[in-house]
């Protein structure tokens, strides 16, 4: 995979983490599924890298 797929994903994750209002999704298995949900809901990503 490519150095720009990889920071690709990584930018994605990153915004994933800063999107967590910790107010509303306060335990670590709530805040997973809002990130897991935001990557799968991501169109830049493609479907193997969503996996």
Same mark, same amino acid.
């Given at each position: 995979m490519s150095n720009i797929r990889r920071e690709l994903m990584r930018a994605v994750l990153n915004r994933?983490?800063?999107?967590?209002d =910790?107010?509303?999704? #306060?335990?670590?298995?709530? @805040? =997973?599924?809002?990130r897991? @949900?935001? #990557?799968l809901a991501d169109n830049s990503l493609t479907k193997e890298e969503k996996t």
């Open positions: 994933s983490f800063t999107s967590i =910790y107010n509303i999704y #306060v335990n670590f298995h709530e @805040q =997973y599924e809002f897991k @949900q935001f #990557v």
